[in-house]
């Protein structure tokens, strides 16, 4: 974090055309990246983040934060308040991954002006879908499937379904089938 706020302060204070500014623009890049992974592991291997509570708070958090300096504007909802869930192993790193995924790219090539984050929890299920009325896409007209396949894979690791449709813009939905444990 402190290379972060360091080499950004090196470059507001650098000419801009020089190689240097260059340099120091990328290690702030660099920087930024590492710290947020490095958080997103942190999180996800700590067990206070297996409940469902944990997992809200997060994929808000970030989406608050994504989309603050955007045309966006994120709307979030759920039915988790004061629930202790604690979800079954594994699930809230990938989520994490595939809502953030999700959220990452409707920011950057959905033309959207509004995005929905929702949580609905039942005794026997989860489900999490992420709502942009951009443009939404075709699939002959996607150059690289990457992130939609990674989301799939993700998903598929914990045993739950992912529905992604692209009519009115784009839904990815998340739906988890399980037996909470107190």
């Not at 000419?15 to 920087?31: L, R, S, V």
């Not at 947020?36 to 999180?43: E, L, N, Y």
């Amino acid at each position: 974090a402190s290379i972060s706020v360091l080499s950004k302060l090196l470059s507001q204070n650098s000419a801009k055309d020089t190689q240097w500014h260059k340099k120091i623009t990328q290690i702030n890049k660099d920087a930024k990246a590492l710290y947020s992974g490095m958080r997103d592991f942190i999180w996800a291997i700590d067990h206070k983040s297996d409940t469902l509570i944990e997992l809200v708070f997060y994929l808000n958090n970030f989406g608050e934060e994504l989309f603050q300096n955007s045309d966006i504007m994120f709307i979030t909802d759920n039915n988790c308040t004061g629930k202790e869930v604690i979800l079954p192993y594994y699930w809230s790193k990938q989520l994490v991954y595939v809502f953030k995924e999700a959220m990452t790219n409707c920011l950057k090539h959905s033309n959207a002006s509004e995005a929905n984050l929702i949580f609905i929890y039942t005794d026997t299920s989860l489900t999490i879908s992420f709502k942009d009325n951009g443009i939404g896409y075709t699939n002959h007209k996607l150059t690289r499937k990457n992130g939609l396949l990674n989301m799939q894979k993700r998903v598929q690791k914990i045993n739950g379904e992912l529905l992604v449709s692209s009519k009115n813009g784009v839904t990815i939905q998340f739906v988890g089938i399980f037996k909470n444990t107190p």
